[in-house]
């Protein structure tokens, strides 16, 4: 099996996607601070030692790509997509505009890549403080799970939940490759 993924962490500026990787990559500080937009990408590599995929418990080799969702780093963008395995698509609910956001984001980094919704989470991401619900995200996101994530909250189920996609995502990658070699 394939233990190695390459996962891109995508969204509109400000929403989050810094402090969701290194919550999840354990890779540095996370919350409090000014915010510091991300330029470019940021890559940060980590293991999870124990994923259960296809009922087997196996050891993953985790890229996580944190994409700027600056325009201007837009040319940049089908190079990082280059070889990715995954999507994790995030937004600010208490931004209005960025559930809109998202569906240029989901054409740029999915849709036009073959990217299949197996393959892509989307991170509705409350920062400290924010309550209510997300806004409505358009029927591009109908099939692709949308979770809550408050890290002060319930810090627990982000990264269960963060599993849980990465074994989806292994178990795509493995299924694909199977088909291609019976072809």
């Keep these: 099996m394939h233990n190695k993924v390459k996962i891109l962490v995508v969204g509109p500026p400000e929403c989050g996607k810094t402090t969701l990787t290194n919550f999840l990559s354990e890779a540095g500080e996370v919350g409090g601070g000014s915010y510091r937009p991300t330029k470019g990408c940021r890559i940060v590599e980590f293991e999870i030692p124990n994923l259960n995929v296809n009922n087997m ?10 994409v700027s969702g600056d325009r201007r780093f837009e040319s940049c963008w089908p190079t990082i997509q280059r070889g990715s395995n995954g999507v994790v698509f995030v937004y600010n ?14 054409n740029q980094f999915a849709a036009q890549h073959g990217v299949r919704e197996a ?4 991170f509705c991401h409350y920062k400290p403080g ?54």
């Excluded at 393959?119 to 989307?122: A, E, K, P, R, T």
């Design 57 to 66: 418990t196996t050891k993953v080799e985790v890229e996580l790509w944190d």
């Design 130 to 183: 924010l309550q209510g619900k997300g806004a409505k995200l358009s029927n591009a996101f109908s099939k692709i799970p949308v979770i809550d994530t408050q890290l002060e909250e319930d810090s627990g189920s982000v990264r269960r939940d963060f599993n849980t996609f990465v074994a989806s995502v292994l178990s795509h990658v493995s299924a694909a490759a199977e088909n291609s070699i019976l072809m």
């Design 93 to 106: 609910p208490g931004r209005e505009d960025q559930a809109r956001m998202l569906d240029s984001l989901y």
């Design 119 to 122: 393959q892509c989470v989307v």
